[in-house]
């Protein structure tokens, strides 16, 4: 008897728990005098969040690409330039309210969880593909897909390839990409359940394996698709000697930022700053009139994701300040500002990157 009533107890316990009410919740009950709402600070079980520890840095530590131009590079004067990087930049503005306050790390595709798990950076930005393990066994929790991408091949035009190519048609090549990669995986189960004979060398960095490339000791080079054009574009010595196959990517390749998991205040802000850009685009709110669409109307929507004065924003609730996404498309720009100019000028299309209302994968939640 004693024992069901224990167990009673248990369950209606864990039905309380899991029908919310928990501590940190901004919850609204309505009472016969109307809706009330209560909003708590966010708590964290579990420890400090990094959210605590980068505003009292006052510097947001993020981990980047620097061999891939459009998405992470350095320009001639030695600054981190590219999609990816403006994507840290973003999240500090949203942060720190200041999109310069970023310590950017170049990682190699092989350095670059053990940098998330050590601790050494808050953020990765480094066209990452997420992947069920990567989500799992390594401990990472990905924001929302920033660029969504597809692995191919790349191969000289003066062996016979074209970009009608297929991927039978690397029966005895020597293939090349870079280790740590989910690139190095996807080429083998492909080639391996179509029968072809390849030889599959890797290395640390893809600098090296276009150098191989380039010296004749690679026949195809393999990575994702924006990859390829991005160095396509910077490192083929004559337009036309390179070409780009299979048509149809020989894998899925969801490209995006990556923090450290078990700290949802952190990826909370991490995410919430990319569906800002995402909602901005969508809502005609760019860098240059987001003044404007902050005031006109400060009600709505854009209102509230804004901050503008007496919306019912809800960043706070995330500790955040009331303008964290204001600031970020006001210094950074909003997703189309930014695909437009890293990333259209490599002559990447939208494609699966244009927003839903375009036909796109590109979704966010509603800020309400
Ligand atoms: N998206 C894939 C591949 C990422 C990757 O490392 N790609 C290459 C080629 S685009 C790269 O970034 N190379 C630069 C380097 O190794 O420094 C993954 O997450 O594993």
Same mark, same amino acid.
């Given at each position: ?55 009292? #840095? ?7 690409? %620097? ?8 320009? +001639?004067?030695?600054?981190? !330039? ?19 306050? !970023?310590? =950017? ?7 670059? =969880? ?7 950076? /808050?953020?990765?930005?480094?066209? *990452? ?5 990567? /989500? ?8 929302? *897909? ?18 009608? +190519? ?38 640390? &960095? ?6 191989? =490339? ?28 390179? !070409?780009?196959?299979?048509? !149809? ?32 685009? %969508? ?7 987001? &003044? /404007? ?10 209102? #509230?994701?804004?901050? +503008?004065?007496?919306?019912? %924003? ?24 930014? =695909? ?8 990447? %299309? ?19």
């Amino acid at each position: 008897m004693t024992k069901r009533i224990v167990l009673l107890l248990v369950v209606f316990a864990l039905v309380a728990a899991a029908c919310g009410g928990a501590s940190g919740e901004s919850t609204t009950s309505t009472t016969a005098a109307g809706p009330t709402k209560t909003t708590a600070a966010p708590a964290q079980t579990g420890g400090e969040s990094l959210l605590d520890t980068v505003v009292a #840095r006052g510097v947001l530590k993020c981990g980047v690409n %620097e061999t891939l131009p459009g998405f992470g590079s350095k320009d +001639s004067s030695g600054n981190f !330039v590219g999609f990816d990087t403006d994507l840290c930049r973003a999240v500090a503005a949203a942060v720190l309210g200041d999109a310069t306050k !970023v310590e =950017f790390t170049a990682l190699t595709a092989a350095q670059r =969880f053990e940098a998330v798990s050590s601790g050494a950076i /808050d953020m990765l930005s480094r066209n *990452t593909t997420w992947t069920q393990s990567r /989500d799992g066994e390594l401990g990472l929790t990905f924001a929302p *897909t920033t660029y969504y991408d597809g692995q191919q091949v790349m191969a000289r035009t003066a062996d016979g390839f074209d970009s009608g +190519s297929t991927l039978e048609d690397l029966e005895g090549a020597i293939v090349c990409t870079n280790a740590g990669t989910t690139t190095e995986k996807n080429i083998k189960e492909a080639l391996d359940a179509l029968g072809v004979n390849f030889t599959l060398t890797t290395f640390e &960095d893809f600098n090296i394996v276009l150098q191989n =490339f380039k010296d004749g000791a690679c026949d195809a080079v393999t990575t994702d698709g924006s990859g390829l054009v991005s160095r396509k574009s910077t490192d083929e010595p004559n337009p036309g000697d390179w !070409v780009i196959f299979p048509k !149809v990517p020989l894998s899925k390749e969801p490209l995006g930022p990556a923090t450290k998991q078990g700290d949802a205040l952190w990826s909370d802000a991490v995410r919430w700053t990319i569906y800002a850009m995402f909602i901005a685009e %969508e809502n005609g709110v760019t860098s240059a009139n987001v &003044d /404007d669409m902050r005031a006109n109307p400060p009600t709505g929507e854009i209102g #509230r994701l804004l901050g +503008s004065d007496g919306a019912d %924003e809800k960043q706070t609730a995330m500790g955040l300040s009331a303008d964290a996404f204001y600031q970020v498309i006001k210094q950074v720009g909003n997703y189309g500002e930014l =695909f437009d100019k890293h990333l259209t000028v490599l002559g990447l %299309e939208r494609g699966l990157n244009a927003l839903w209302t375009n036909g796109g994968l590109l979704y966010a939640p509603p800020a309400r």
